[in-house]
C-alpha cells in the first residue's frame, strides 16, 4: 500500500507543473519525440528531457527506440489508477450529496402551481 501511495505522490507531483501537463496532453494524440515535444515551448532540449525524466520516474511516460528515434509514449495504465483514486473520492461525494439532496426534498414544502406563478 506504501508503494501505490509513494507512486499517487510522484504522478500528482510531476502533473503538478503545467508543462508536463502539456506534455501528457500531446502524447494523448500519439507519441512524439523530445524534439517534438519541445516544439511550443521556449526552453532547451535539455530541460524538456528533465521534464520527461520526471514523467517516466512517476510512471506516466515511457521511451521506446526506433531506430535512431527514442519516441516517448504516454502510460495509459498509470492515468486510469489515478483516475482510479479520484473517482473512489468523487463516488463518496456524490453519494453523500445525493442522500443530502433527498433529506432536503424530503423537508421542503411542496409546491403547488399557484405558488410558482
Request: hydrophobic share 40%; aromatic share 4%.
Amino acid at each position: 500500500m506504501a508503494d501505490e501511495e509513494a507512486r499517487l505522490d510522484r504522478a500528482f507531483l510531476a502533473l503538478a507543473d503545467p508543462t508536463r501537463r502539456s506534455m501528457i496532453a500531446r502524447l494523448s494524440r500519439g507519441p512524439a519525440t523530445v524534439g517534438e515535444l519541445a516544439n511550443p515551448f521556449a526552453m532547451t532540449v535539455q530541460a524538456v528531457s528533465r521534464h520527461i525524466r520526471v514523467l517516466e520516474d512517476a510512471g506516466l511516460v515511457t521511451r521506446s527506440r526506433d531506430a535512431q528515434r527514442r519516441p516517448v509514449h504516454l502510460a495509459p495504465e498509470a492515468l486510469e489508477r489515478l483516475t482510479g483514486w479520484i473517482d473512489r473520492y468523487r463516488l463518496a461525494h456524490e453519494q453523500s450529496y445525493r442522500a443530502l439532496d433527498e433529506v432536503l426534498g424530503a423537508s421542503a414544502p411542496p409546491q403547488n402551481e399557484e405558488q410558482e406563478s
